[in-house]
DNA sequence: CAAAACCATTGACAATGGTCCATTGTTAGC
DNA sequence: GCTAACAATGGACCATTGTCAATGGTTTTG
């Protein structure tokens, strides 16, 4: 598929999809016609841009992002760095949700004050 | 307490507390001497900027702390905005936490995928 | 009292994550 | 075949969140 729907279907904007491309997290072919220029995406580039925006919400950069998705693909070679690094973004999406939910206690705690507040 | 000991204290650079004062997050009085321009800031400070802490870590940008941080000053007049900020703040960070563990389970496959080619 | 450490202010710089624009070319629909 | 919509490329631009350096003054300390 073209540009144009992988933006459709991944609600993110041509502009963004050639800003990921260019930073590696996703890639595309040549296209068969030799009278344009136009890029072919595969359709998984799809799901990967779903993950793409899942991993940010976790709090992974561009870069480790990057380096992520190319464990996913060829995972042979350099294994000892990749599990390393898992482990490491693994501990830190869990503290990053302990840290969260307590916040989250802080959030409601706040609404609570401030329910009273009004009742009184 | 003067901007040094609150740096110390929270473990930001003075520029950065700088940087949140001039954006709202924070604030300092004038100080008793007059000799200088030194600012004086308070002890709860350092417990506000652990609280800016946490929230930058739930998602919250610079500009909505304030709002929030705000609403706990004087949450008297617009208690109706507050609320309905609360709420949809609350919602927020309950679903980028759901979100975040969905991809923590995404990274624990990848692990555990890793783990299996590396026996193979 | 001299030097080191501290403070305020200003403005430049930087990284991150995009977004927008202009230009040029291509394709699709009427 | 004309026009609208789509695509590629390059570079400018933007907001956010800080960080750094220069300058000029103040305080602390040995």
Redesign the pocket.
């Known amino acids: 598929?073209?540009?144009?729907?992988v933006?459709a279907r991944s609600g993110?904007?041509?502009?963004?999809i050639?800003?990921?491309e260019r930073?590696g997290l996703i890639n595309?072919t040549k296209?068969n016609?030799r009278?344009?220029?136009?890029?072919?995406y595969d359709a998984e580039v799809v799901a990967r841009l779903e993950m793409?925006r899942e991993a940010?919400n976790a709090g992974?950069?561009?870069?480790e992002l990057k380096m992520f998705l190319r464990q996913l693909e060829y995972a042979d070679g350099n294994t000892f760095d990749a599990d390393a690094f898992l482990q490491n973004k693994i501990a830190e999406v869990e503290h990053k949700i302990e840290r969260a939910q307590l916040f989250l206690g802080t959030l409601r705690a706040t609404q609570q004050a401030l329910a009273n507040k009004v009742k009184k």
Chains 1, 2 share one sequence.
């Open positions: 598929m073209r540009i144009g729907e933006a993110l904007s041509r502009d963004t050639r800003f990921y930073n595309s296209g016609e009278t344009n220029s136009y890029r072919t793409v940010q992974f950069t561009i870069a």
